[in-house]
């Protein structure tokens, strides 16, 4: 007799905690509640900004441009092993309007004791990095990099980006064999005033995109 009052008890009790429970997801808002409890800092605006447009100077075409080095590192994982690697980046970005920025940038790939430098391009929309390139190992192997990821300012040191490669692999274009990357690290940007290598960059970014 008590077993069934408890059960009874207990079911009377769950409409009550579903109640709580599915009332609260519907009705806050995680980021609002950080902010409630002093998680977020003061002053701090929750807004999206143009991050590369707020380190970057106007030329006198309205063009802005900017450069930028640095890198991550991280693991490759071959043959379900992590093994080290590093990818270190230079180039530049120049803004199309409306948030997007078309990049060209030179990388050094790093995995273990085998290394490639190659050309990659993309773009970068909304704190949003996609790059993509060809290059050929120092062994003689053709392979194909493509890395997408997120950037962000990092608060209080202006021009120093952080950047994740959220999807990042590697892939021999003889044989398809795939390598993923798990990759962060940090790149700094700075204006480009030259119109000279803005015309320049622009030309060679539009021959492929």
Same mark, same amino acid.
Not at 8 to 31: R, Y
Not at 45 to 50: G, N
């Given at each position: 007799?008590? $077993?069934?009052?408890?059960?009874?008890? /207990?079911? =009377?009790? /769950?409409?009550?905690?579903?109640? /709580?429970?599915?009332?609260?997801?519907?009705?806050?808002?995680?980021?609002?509640?950080?902010?409630?409890?002093?998680?977020?800092?003061?002053?701090?605006? =929750?807004?999206?900004?143009?991050?590369?447009?707020?380190?970057?100077?106007?030329?006198?075409?309205?063009?802005?441009?900017?450069?930028?080095?640095?890198?991550?590192?991280?693991?490759?994982?071959?043959?379900? $092993?992590?093994?080290?690697?590093?990818i270190g980046i230079t180039g530049k970005a120049v803004h199309q309007g409306?948030?997007?920025?078309? #990049?060209?940038?030179?990388?050094?790939?790093?995995?273990?004791?085998?290394?490639?430098?190659?050309?990659?391009?993309?773009?970068?929309?909304?704190?949003?990095?996609?790059?993509?390139?060809?290059?050929? =190992?120092?062994?003689?192997?053709?392979?194909?990099?493509? /890395?997408?990821?997120?950037?962000?300012?990092?608060?209080?040191?202006?021009?120093?980006?952080?950047?994740?490669?959220?999807?990042?692999?590697?892939?021999?274009?003889?044989?398809?064999?795939?390598?993923?990357?798990? $990759?962060?690290?940090? #790149?700094?940007?700075?204006?480009?005033?030259?119109?000279?290598?803005?015309?320049? =960059?622009?030309?060679?970014?539009?021959?492929?995109?």
């Amino acid at each position: 007799m008590k $077993q069934n009052t408890k059960k009874h008890s /207990l079911l =009377l009790a /769950l409409p009550v905690l579903a109640a /709580l429970v599915f009332g609260t997801i519907g009705t806050s808002n995680a980021f609002a509640e950080d902010a409630s409890f002093g998680i977020v800092p003061d002053l701090v605006s =929750l807004e999206k900004t143009d991050a590369f447009l707020d380190v970057s100077s106007e030329s006198p075409v309205d063009k802005a441009v900017v450069q930028f080095r640095g890198g991550t590192d991280g693991w490759a994982i071959i043959g379900g $092993q992590a093994y080290d690697s590093k990818i270190g980046i230079t180039g530049k970005a120049v803004h199309q309007g409306d948030g997007v920025w078309k #990049i060209k940038s030179k990388a050094d790939i790093a995995v273990e004791n085998r290394h490639a430098t190659l050309e990659l391009k993309g773009k970068a929309v909304d704190g949003k990095l996609r790059l993509h390139g060809t290059g050929t =190992l120092d062994g003689g192997e053709p392979f194909r990099i493509i /890395l997408r990821g997120n950037y962000a300012p990092i608060y209080d040191q202006p021009g120093d980006f952080v950047l994740d490669w959220s999807m990042a692999k590697i892939q021999n274009m003889e044989n398809g064999f795939r390598i993923p990357l798990a $990759q962060n690290g940090v #790149i700094h940007v700075e204006p480009v005033m030259s119109i000279e290598e803005l015309d320049s =960059l622009e030309s060679e970014i539009s021959i492929e995109e």
